[in-house]
């Protein structure tokens, strides 16, 4: 009997091969579709540094915010959250700049990345916002909490599997211990299939079966475009955390959620920002890093009642 993976194997390479089509641009088709049809449109504002700032919206209620993190888009890493919280939130879900259909003309940097979501916080007139970054968009939720001008505006914060500014550089060398490359963005931003499936690796306790066509397909739409300035984030990121480091704690409600087999940031330090931030930690077993894709049922209930309770 043919195995269901196997029968997926061949059906993606008969696809691929008699249509000529890229699967990855099919199934970012079908999702787009499906957001879409439950009220999303795609919409997006000038920077005023230069450059577009694409974004998501869609559904009613208080503004919910929705950060990705680093090397996907809002749609590849928030879709399922985006369909279920639409319900009762006004979903905003971006493209940070240099990944989706986003990008600046700014210096590669936390920084810019942060002012681009202050800019559409000002553009849509954004007040009493909540605010759920993962991973990369949880440096930038950390840095908005931080910003003066806009930390009075976010009414409660979910940071997933992020460390903020509390991580070190022997943090970093261990990461690149952990993945055998010689530095942190020689496993964030690959240049192959196989470096490809070796992030996915670490990203996900699960990861799927990725035949070589596919992984290159990946590799075409999420990581070949503006590769000077993903690894300028990458190697700007010691800096952007000694400039957080220097800032007082936010007061705002936080809640963090991590994933019980992280490899990327593990849980250690999830917990020790609870305790740095006095912030209540979810730790969901069986999960890597990927939190948001690989259990959406889970952050979707975590976060409404997050934003629900008033006691948090």
Request: glycine share 8%.
């Amino acid at each position: 009997m043919i195995s269901n993976k196997l029968k997926l194997f061949i059906v993606c390479i008969c696809f691929s091969l008699l249509s000529g089509c890229s699967l990855v641009r099919w199934k970012t088709d079908s999702d787009e579709g499906s957001l879409k049809a439950v009220g999303f449109t795609q919409l997006d504002i000038s920077l005023a540094e230069g450059g577009t700032l694409s974004y998501w919206r869609g559904g009613q209620g208080q503004p919910l915010l929705l950060i990705h993190g680093f090397g996907g888009s809002a749609v590849t890493t928030w879709k399922e959250e985006m369909l279920a919280l639409s319900a009762d939130y006004d979903v905003i879900a971006p493209d940070l700049a240099w990944f989706g259909d986003s990008f600046s003309a700014g210096e590669a940097n936390l920084t810019t990345e942060t002012n681009a979501i202050s800019q559409l916080i000002d553009e849509l007139k954004l007040n009493n916002i909540n605010i759920a970054g993962i991973s990369y968009g949880g440096f930038v939720t950390f840095n908005i909490l931080h910003n003066a001008n806009q930390n009075d505006r976010i009414k409660k914060a979910i940071i997933i599997a992020s460390p903020g500014p509390y991580f070190s550089d022997n943090d970093l060398t261990a990461l690149t211990k952990r993945f055998a490359v010689d530095n942190p963005e020689d496993f964030f931003i690959p240049k192959n299939s196989d470096e490809l499936r070796r992030l996915f690796e670490g990203i996900f306790v699960e990861p799927k079966m990725m035949p070589d066509f596919i992984a290159d397909q990946i590799y075409q739409t999420y990581f070949a475009a503006w590769h000077k300035q993903k690894i300028a984030m990458i190697q700007s990121l010691s800096a952007d955390r000694d400039t957080l480091l220097t800032a007082p704690i936010a007061t705002t409600p936080t809640l963090l959620i991590w994933g019980e087999q992280d490899r990327i940031f593990p849980v250690e330090h999830g917990i020790y920002l609870s305790k740095k931030i006095q912030a209540p930690l979810v730790v969901i077993p069986n999960t890597g890093h990927g939190v948001t894709n690989e259990q959406p049922e889970m952050v979707v209930r975590l976060i409404k009642t997050f934003i629900e309770s008033e006691k948090l």
